[in-house]
């Protein structure tokens, strides 16, 4: 399961947002999430279509990263067929 909720991290009297772990996805979760290929997903990473890092030889995401992208995919859609 995925939490939305930051970590806050008190540091020196500053507050400092703190990635969660489980809020980063490898390929294969990525996957799972949009319903779509692993293969497809190693191809919108390695263009740049989808928001990526690769660590070494793995590929990461950031769920927001993803859930940013669709929405804005949806929006484009919405507004090309005149529903938005």
């Known amino acids: 399961m995925i939490k939305k909720d930051p970590l806050w991290i008190n540091k020196g009297g500053l507050k400092l947002i703190a990635m969660k772990t489980h809020e980063i996805m490898n390929i294969k979760e990525v996957a799972g999430y949009l319903k779509i290929p692993i293969s497809t997903i190693y191809k919108l990473a390695q263009s740049g279509e989808v928001p990526a890092a690769k660590v070494g ?5 950031m769920k927001k990263d993803l859930d940013h992208l669709f929405k804005k995919k949806l929006e484009d859609h919405l507004i090309f067929e005149g529903k938005f």
Do not use: E, L, S
């Open 57 to 61: 030889k793995h590929w990461r995401f």
